[in-house]
């Protein structure tokens, strides 16, 4: 029995594979709140969103890893929202809840779409689970919910999973019977640093993105080209967004709705409509 009656059983996961030191960290941060089991890419699967991945090819296996201080560990040949699909067909036992991340890098803005981290939180939705997505910018570094390993050295994860626990141990006071979507960012700072939080929207840009992409012959390859592209500078993003409130030091609170229809209304829409009763009837 834990503080809040029987122990939650938190499954915990991230899109930048077994490896990363923000899943072991946050992994470690939970289990000071339930029973943790995790289940994690055997590789780093960044911007792969809700995806499952094409199964019959991939043929996905599951094998044991470690984690100190955690004592179910598995890694998965599969993107973040397979372990999750995989744990909500009870491959890894029942869990309450799932929490995604650390991931190195914001995920707001245009990246919340594709963010692997997630996307994770949204398929345990779907499976009629609450998730949680944790993520911490950047500051030398940080595009479209990514950052380059280099930059990574003396990054405080430590503040994130301090965040993190305390939103998650607040959470398991009284999960929803509907299942929610958290989305949380955290200052790439110390958590003296942070300036406290607060409640945002999803914005339109991240904080830096990518600017231009041009082609690149490749040598010896007809036809054949790299894609290369630059990154553009920092944009100044206003703080009642989840980017804008992050770059100001904040910690960015975001609940996430589902994808519901909504009435068109205009003229194009109409017209669509109307060469459909033409065709069908």
Known sequence: MGRYGP???ILVTNDDGIDSIGL????????????????????EYSGYGAAFGPLHLIQPEVHRARID??????????????????GRLDLFGHYDLVVAGINPGANVGRSVYHSGTVGA??????GGVSGVAVSQSVE??????????????????????TVAAAVVEGLVTGLPESPVVLNINVPGRELAGIRGWKRTEV????????????LEPRP????????KMDWGEAIELPEH???????????SVGWLGRLESTEPGFGGASEAESRLDKLLH
Do not use: Y
Not at 241 to 251: F, I, K, L
């Open 203 to 214: 914005g339109i840009e991240p904080p830096r993105s990518m600017a231009t992409a041009h």
């Open 220 to 227: 010896g390859h007809t036809d054949a080209f790299r894609v």
């Open 24 to 43: 072991h960290v946050l992994a470690r941060a939970m289990a000071t709140i339930g029973d943790v089991v995790v289940a994690a890419p055997d590789k």
């Open 7 to 9: 122990r939650v059983r």
């Open 121 to 126: 939180c949204l398929t345990a939705r779907n």
């Open 241 to 251: 967004t989840d980017g804008g409130a992050v770059m100001a030091g904040w910690v």
């Open 69 to 86: 201080g955690i004592d179910e560990v598995w890694s998965v040949t599969g993107p973040p929202a397979l372990c999750v699909m995989f």
């Open 140 to 161: 030398s570094f940080g595009v479209e919910g990514q950052a380059w390993e280099e930059t990574l050295a003396d990054q405080p994860w430590h503040s994130a999973a």
